[in-house]
């Protein structure tokens, strides 16, 4: 039987990274009691929530928050953490996985009558801060319906879009079409800088033409977020712009569909961000 979810539901936060820390203080200034774990005790500095020392000592929260690196860590935390949880309760997977094994770990928990929702964000830090992301949530929609409260908390926009992995589809979906902009764009003011034109001068001539984007509108977030990264010490290879478009390639090969330009992506967009981010640092 499903929990009704209310202020007086504790919440287990697992990961407080670069959206999950802020997720975590939206949640905190939103009046919900949170409980949270990392492998960092430091990053719940300042955090006003109980901090635990494993994801097993979550088992009495009505809901557990996932915002951790990739597939691996998902799924070794709720392998932990679903037997211990009561009948009724929500798991919420905000990391970026693969769709196969949002549907996967969906079947497991609903086997011990637990809802799970993939339901990755959008936005970055900022808009996490502030409780204005976008939600693509896949899952069962009565799951939803249970778990809008505290979704609401984070999110302006709560998107239902499909089935269990549906959530993880859409955003590789994302992922990809905006690191194919941010690749355009970054390659257009690399020609324009070779005949002498400032990046700035581009935008601005961009932004009432036909090439004006969110990346342009944005110039320079991405470099804010590698700075963000390499202070946290995240590894290249589990930042968005290396780890999502390789799971974009992962999650075309299940599904038999071809997507050259993420396998190119793939391939050398790591290196352009983080060399341009270097630049703009220096």
Request: net charge negative; glycine share 10%; hydrophobic share 45%.
């Amino acid at each position: 039987m499903a929990q009704d979810i209310n202020r007086s539901t504790k919440i287990g936060f697992v990961g407080l990274g670069n959206l999950g820390r802020p997720m975590a203080e939206s949640l905190d200034r939103d009046g919900w009691s949170l409980k949270v774990y990392d492998e960092d005790p430091r990053r719940a500095d300042g955090l006003d929530a109980e901090f635990v020392d494993g994801p097993s000592a979550l088992a009495d929260c009505g809901v557990i928050a996932l915002a951790v690196p990739d597939d691996e860590s998902v799924t070794e935390i709720l392998d932990e953490l679903v037997p211990l949880l009561a009948a009724g309760s929500v798991v919420l997977v905000h990391s970026t996985i693969l769709p196969a094994t949002a549907r996967r770990l969906a079947l497991q928990a609903e086997v011990r009558e637990i809802g799970l929702l993939d339901v990755p964000v959008s936005g970055g830090a900022e808009r996490a801060l502030s409780g204005s992301l976008t939600v693509m949530a896949g899952g069962r929609a009565e799951v939803l319906e249970q778990a809008r409260p505290v979704l609401g908390s984070v999110a302006e926009s709560v998107l239902h879009v499909g089935p269990a992995g549906a959530g993880a589809a859409v955003k590789l979906a994302n992922q990809l079409m905006m690191f194919a902009a941010l690749a355009g764009v970054q390659e257009g003011l690399e020609l324009a800088g070779a005949y002498g034109v400032q990046e700035q001068t581009v935008l601005n001539a961009v932004s009432t033409s036909t090439g004006e984007s969110w990346i342009t509108r944005n110039w320079g977030f991405f470099d804010r977020v590698a700075a963000a990264y390499d202070a946290a010490g995240t590894p290249v290879r589990n930042r968005p712009w290396s780890k999502d478009l390789w799971d974009v390639v992962a999650a075309a090969r299940e599904s038999d569909v071809q997507v050259p330009l993420a396998g190119l992506l793939a391939q050398y967009l790591a290196d352009q961000v983080e060399t341009h981010a270097r630049k703009s640092d220096s």
